[in-house]
């Protein structure tokens, strides 16, 4: 987004707000039989908004000019892999097989840029700010009543990360 404003007086403003809510799940249901050579349940949401160039970018001037910005971004994520009440599952491969993984991923990659310039004879003021805040981060392996057999590794594994 960019603003421009000039005059004797000059301004300038922009306001950038996302939301992001994803709801994601692998799910094996109640009473389900699966016999197998490897079994993988897997959940995963990846959040990429990485700026390489401004999102916000203003500029003014004037015999006194102001500028301001800013970028509000709002995550909600719920990763869940779950397993229900009286599921089997069982691996029989030989151990170079044969694993049972289970695993939820929350990848954030996150990163903004705001540019803004005030130039003006008098005075001269700017302010910018970017925010992202996660209201929600969850990543959970849910297993109910279930029989769980493997002939090679078990791996559970609910992770979040990323970068900003």
């Known amino acids: 987004m960019e603003s421009l404003a000039g005059g004797l007086f000059g301004g300038a403003g922009a306001e950038i707000d996302n939301t992001i809510t994803a709801v994601t799940s692998a799910n094996i249901g109640n009473n389900v039989f699966i016999k197998a050579k490897e079994i993988i349940v897997e959940a995963i949401n990846h959040v990429d908004k990485w700026m390489n160039q401004a999102n916000i970018e203003g500029e003014a001037g004037g015999l006194i000019s102001v500028g301001g910005g800013d970028s509000d971004t709002t995550i909600s994520l719920s990763t869940l892999a779950t397993i229900g009440d009286g599921a ?10 044969g694993d049972l993984i289970l695993r939820t991923l929350n990848d954030l990659k996150l990163k903004d840029k705001v540019i803004l310039q005030a130039a003006g004879g008098l005075g001269s003021g700017v302010k910018a700010s970017a925010t992202t805040t996660a209201e929600t981060d969850l990543a959970r392996v849910d297993i109910g009543a279930a029989t769980l057999k493997s002939a090679g590794k078990v791996v559970l594994s609910a992770r979040a990360g990323g970068s900003w």
């Open 88 to 97: 089997n599952l069982e691996t029989v491969a030989s151990s170079s097989q």
